[in-house]
């Protein structure tokens, strides 16, 4: 994998990571937490307050995002992508209930997806740097 490879997958993965994000925002964390409305709204709509979980989850995919998109092609910023997408879709995984009862299916669906592909992808690539890193090009 080349290094302009790797590095358009860095940032392939930032643009994933902040317009997810920034959707998730727009559409559900804000509208429940301020409004009761949206998906999660009926969720939430008794105590505010637990809009916070959703708002800095996706607030920090966003910063991480931020920081892919300036990240050289090297081993550490690879696995660094690859442990983002196995916690995000881990945990998409784990409470994938939450989904099914706020009839989000598709997002979930495409979310995950999308953390397993990176996931492999990262992987890959963070293999790739280290060894070109060691000179077994």
Do not use: K, Y
């Not at 708002?55 to 090297?74: K, N």
């Not at 442990?83 to 945990?91: D, E, Q, S």
């Amino acid at each position: 994998m080349s290094t302009n490879f790797r590095r358009l997958l860095l940032r392939a993965n930032a643009v994933f990571l902040i317009v997810a994000a920034v959707g998730a925002w727009v559409t559900a964390d804000f509208p429940a937490s301020f409004s009761g409305s949206g998906p999660i709204g009926s969720l939430i709509s008794h105590q505010p307050a637990l809009g916070i979980g959703f708002i800095e989850a996706h607030g920090l995919a966003i910063i991480l995002g931020v920081l892919l998109w300036r990240a050289a092609s090297t081993t550490s910023w690879h696995l660094t992508g690859t442990a983002i997408h196995l916690l995000l879709g881990t945990c998409n995984i784990i409470f994938w209930q939450l989904f099914v009862a706020t009839d989000t299916l598709p997002m979930g669906w495409i979310t995950t997806v999308m953390h397993g592909l990176l996931f492999v992808l990262q992987s890959f690539a963070a293999w790739s740097a280290a060894r070109d890193a060691a000179g077994n090009v």
